[in-house]
C-alpha cells in the first residue's frame, strides 16, 4: 500500500482481484499453480468462480485439502498483505497450546490411574482427549486469526483509494483543491489503518508471549515431576495430529466433491453451502 494517491501502473486496483492475487493466470500455469490458484478462489462467489476454468478436478481435491492443513497453507499459501512470520507464529503458538492442553488432561486421578492399570490408557483416550484438545485449539486459534488478518481492511483502503482517485478525475473546477482534500483524507485513513495494523500485530505477540510462557513453565514443571508420565503425553500429541490431520484430509475430500458436483450440477444453494464451511470452518 502507498501512502499516497499517485499509482505507478493502469490497472493497480486489481490488487484483490483472485486472478492476481498470486499472480497466476490459466496460460502457462502447471498443476501446482492451478492448486494455488484453486485456494484463492474458494471463497469467492458463485459467479467469479465460474468464469474461471475449473476443469482440473484433481487440483480442486487437492486445493480443498491443503487449505485444511495449516503448515502447507503457511507456507504455500500465503498472499500478498500475509507477514509470515506473524502466521508462522501463529501455527507455533497451535502447537504449543495443543501439547500443553493435552498434558493439563493427565490429571493427578488420571496419572494414578496410568499405574494402577497396565491397558490404561488406550487408544480410545488418546483420540477422544485428542479430538477435544484440537476443537479447542482451534477455536483460539481462529480468534488470533481474526487478528492477524487485514485483508478487509486494506481491501476498504484500497476501494477508497480508487474512488477518490475517480473523483477528482470527473471533476472539471478546482480540481488542484480537490486532489489535495483527497490526500488529506487518503492520508489520514492509511495512517489509521497503519496504526491498528501495528497495534494489532503488538496485540497478538502480547497474548503470544505471555500463554507460551506460562504454558513453558507449566510444561517443564509438569515433565520434570511426572517423568513417567510425559511420554504418555508425546504420545497423545503425536497421535492427536495424525488424528486431526486424517479428519481434515476427511473434511477436503468431501467439500472437494460437494464443489464439483455443484459446479457440475448447477446447485447454487449447494456451492454456498460448501463456500460457507470453506470460510467459517477451516
Given at each position: 500500500?502507498?501512502?499516497?494517491?499517485?499509482?505507478?501502473?493502469?490497472?493497480?486496483?486489481?490488487?484483490?482481484?483472485?486472478?492476481?492475487?498470486?499472480?497466476?493466470?490459466?496460460?502457462?500455469?502447471?498443476?501446482?499453480?492451478?492448486?494455488?490458484?484453486?485456494?484463492?478462489?474458494?471463497?469467492?462467489n458463485l459467479e467469479k468462480y465460474i468464469k474461471k476454468d475449473h476443469t482440473n478436478f484433481y487440483s480442486i481435491f487437492f486445493a480443498e485439502?491443503?487449505?485444511?492443513?495449516?503448515?502447507?497453507?503457511?507456507?504455500?499459501?500465503?498472499?500478498?498483505?500475509?507477514?509470515?512470520?506473524?502466521?508462522l507464529s501463529l501455527y507455533i503458538f497451535y502447537h504449543t497450546l495443543l501439547i500443553?492442553?493435552?498434558?493439563?488432561?493427565f490429571t493427578i486421578k488420571i496419572i494414578k490411574k496410568i499405574w494402577e492399570n497396565d491397558n490404561f490408557p488406550d487408544l480410545k483416550f488418546y483420540l477422544l482427549y485428542g479430538l477435544i484438545a484440537n476443537i479447542i485449539v482451534w477455536?483460539?486459534?481462529?480468534?488470533?486469526?481474526?487478528?492477524?488478518?487485514?485483508?478487509?481492511?486494506?481491501?476498504?483502503?484500497?476501494?477508497?483509494?480508487?474512488?477518490?482517485?475517480?473523483?477528482?478525475?470527473?471533476e472539471h473546477f478546482d480540481r488542484d483543491n480537490i486532489h489535495d482534500l483527497n490526500e488529506d483524507v487518503y492520508r489520514e485513513k492509511y495512517e489509521e489503518l497503519i496504526y491498528q495494523i501495528k497495534c494489532r500485530i503488538a496485540l497478538f505477540y502480547i497474548i503470544s508471549f505471555i500463554f507460551i510462557l506460562f504454558f513453558s513453565i507449566y510444561l517443564i514443571s509438569f515433565f520434570s515431576f511426572y517423568t513417567g508420565t510425559k511420554h504418555r503425553v508425546l504420545t497423545a500429541y503425536y497421535i492427536s495430529i495424525i488424528e486431526i490431520l486424517l479428519i481434515k484430509i476427511v473434511y477436503g475430500l468431501i467439500l472437494a466433491i460437494l464443489r464439483i458436483v455443484s459446479i457440475i450440477k448447477g446447485y447454487k444453494c449447494?456451492?454456498?453451502f460448501v463456500f460457507i464451511l470453506d470460510k467459517y470452518l477451516s
Open positions: 500500500m502507498k501512502s499516497n494517491l499517485k499509482t505507478n501502473t493502469n490497472n493497480e486496483k486489481d490488487d484483490f482481484n483472485p486472478e492476481t492475487d498470486l499472480k497466476i493466470t490459466d496460460e502457462g500455469t502447471g498443476f501446482f499453480g492451478t492448486i494455488r490458484r484453486e485456494q484463492i478462489y474458494l471463497r469467492e485439502i491443503f487449505d485444511k492443513i495449516y503448515f502447507v497453507k503457511t507456507c504455500l499459501f500465503l498472499r500478498k498483505f500475509d507477514i509470515f512470520c506473524i502466521q500443553s492442553i493435552l498434558c493439563g488432561f477455536i483460539i486459534y481462529q480468534m488470533l486469526s481474526c487478528v492477524v488478518d487485514f485483508h478487509d481492511k486494506i481491501k476498504d483502503m484500497t476501494t477508497l483509494k480508487y474512488e477518490l482517485i475517480e473523483n477528482q478525475n470527473t449447494l456451492y454456498y
